[in-house]
């Protein structure tokens, strides 16, 4: 097992450029099953994650090709239904994609249960509600979902879910995309990946509107055709640099970003004293000074997001005062990650959703470990922050959804070094 070994205490300074969207790429890749074409698709983030999905997508059958690192061209032209992997499907929670994109292209799926991250219980109840939704007979075990039409056949449908889940919006799309007829899901979630994917999809020929709003229509279409398409800048990872910064202290502009997509972040970091200015598709970052208490809860986009939860606690670590962190939507993910911080000298109260932070004066280095993906980056930013060596443990969460982490912080000024054991 690999680890981090952080000497904190270094400002950081320079320019770091942020990779494709994880959350975007995990659902874009298994769309491009779908296309009865080839499919290049730009801004591809090198993380494990992603390399996975290929792996399981490559051993389902489709042609796939790397002409440049942050470039994949997906082949799907003349692709036969294949079962994915269930040993690698377990190793990710986006694998649940594949469910929605087989039953779209196939009319049926077979996949395993999804692994991934285990920082609360994620039911994926929401999918298969709209899948029913959809016309299939869906069969839940312990260890997979296998689904086929049911009586009526597959067809667009209304769907309307109990709570605005991302995966469920995103896998119904997916689903829906090829089906005859309208759907039409309700109460959907709204983040830029719901966005990017059905952009991706529309480019293709898919006829999606209304994504990034509450109800998104989809009116199925009989192909998928090929072409070329770009993910996002990841929103989270440009958030996990912007906490460090407001953590540590510096001036650092964050490059290939979407201001707008970052409002929901930098509008929390400013109230803790950090200075931000905005450019077209880059932010500048500045902290100097203590940083002052703030009150965060987390929320569905355009809210605060949960999976930057854990890094701006960290800051709220060592502000003076006292914050509050209130998480709404998955309430068990403090624990793990703030007994770790705790260890290097944080004053945390847990009370049911709600964690109540007294900033202390300094954070101290210690051996900590990481939990899960967000957990570990949040580690990583506590190690630059505080006074002494850290060694961060379990590292490959973070490297899941972090591509180039030490090259980025080196390039930074940062003291951080992976180490082989």
Known sequence: MASYEINGGNLLNGTVTISGAKNAAVAILPAALLVSGKCRIENVPDISDVRILLEILEGMGVKIYKPERHVVELDCTDLQYTEPDPTQVTQLRASYYLMGAQLGRFGKAHVALPGGCNFAARPIDQHIK???????????????????????GLHGNRVSLDMASVGATMNVMLAA???????IIENAAKEPH????????????????GAGTDTIKIKGVNSLKGGCYAIIPDQIEAGTYMAAVTAVGGNVLVQNVIPKHMECITSK??????????????IRIIRNGRLRKATVKTRP?????TDMQAQVCVCMTIAGGVSRLTES????????????????GANIQINGKTATVSGVERLYGAT????????????????LAAEGTTRVEDIHFVERGYEDLIDKFT???????????
């Open 329 to 344: 939507v998955y309430e068990t993910r403090f624990f793990g990650y703030c007994t770790e911080l705790e260890s290097m």
């Open 177 to 183: 995309t090829l089906l005859p007829g309208q759907t």
């Open 368 to 383: 900590v470990c990481a939990h899960d993906l967000r957990a570990g980056a949040a580690l990583v930013i506590a190690g």
């Open 269 to 282: 970091l400013e109230e803790m004293g950090a200075k931000i200015i905005n450019y077209d598709d880059s």
């Open 301 to 305: 986009y355009p809210g605060f997001p």
């Open 130 to 152: 709209g899948f029913l939704a959809l016309g299939a007979e869906v069969d839940e075990t312990d260890n997979y979902i296998a689904m086929e039409p049911g009586e009526n």
């Open 194 to 209: 719901i966005v990017d994917l059905a952009n991706f999809l529309n480019t293709m020929g898919a006829r999606i509107t």
């Open 411 to 421: 390039a930074l000024g940062a003291e951080i070094s992976r180490i082989e054991d």
